[in-house]
C-alpha cells in the first residue's frame, strides 16, 4: 500500500511529462535499486539501526515520522501534485532524489522493519524485492499508458492527476495519523 504505483505517479508527473520513455525507465529503475537496498537494510537489521546506531526508540521514528508524512499530506491538500516538486528539489542525481522522499519514507521504512520481524530474514528480502520490482514495473507501464495517451487525452489526464492527488493527501495523511498514535502507544507501554 505504501509502495503504490498508481499514487506515486502523481508524485512523478512532472518527470514523466519531462523525460523520455528510456530516461524515464533508467531513473525509475536506479531509484528503486536505491529503495531496495535501504528496504532489505531495514528489513534484515530492523530495530537494530535504531537502538544501536541512532541509540533512540523505533516509537520516536514513529511520531517524527509521522510528523513529516502529515506535513506532506497537508501540502498535497493545499499544493496538490506540485508539493513532491518542492520536497523532491531541483537535483542532478534524479534516481537519489526519486529514491527520497518518493520511495524511501517513514511509512516504508516502518514497513521494511515490520516485514523483517514477521517473516525470516531470506523471506523478508523476497517480500521486499518482490513489492519494489511488482511497483517498478507498474510505474514504467504507466509512463508507456501516459505518453500513449497523453496527445488524445491531456485534459483527462490532468483530472487524474488532481483527483489522485487529493486522495493521496487523504491516505498520506491517514498513515501519518496511524503511525503517530503507533508511536505514542509504543511508548506509553513502556510506563
Known sequence: MLL????????????VEKL?????????VRGGLIATAVFLCFAILGDVVFSSVVQAEFASFQIFGGLVFLLIGFQFVFQ???AIEILRGD??????AIAMPVLIGPGTISASIIVGKRLAPLAACGAVLTAVTISILIIV?????HDFA?????????????IAGRITALVVGTVSVEMI???????????
Open 4 to 15: 503504490n504505483p498508481f499514487l506515486i505517479i502523481v508524485y512523478l508527473i512532472d518527470i
Open 20 to 28: 523520455d520513455r528510456r530516461q524515464f525507465t533508467l531513473v525509475i
Open 80 to 82: 496538490g501534485p506540485t
Open 91 to 96: 537535483s542532478k542525481q534524479l534516481a537519489g
Open 141 to 145: 507501464a504507466l509512463k508507456i499508458a
Open 150 to 162: 497523453r496527445p488524445r487525452r491531456e485534459a483527462l489526464i490532468k483530472r487524474y492527476i488532481e
Open 181 to 191: 498514535m503507533q508511536g505514542v502507544r509504543t511508548w506509553a507501554d513502556k510506563f
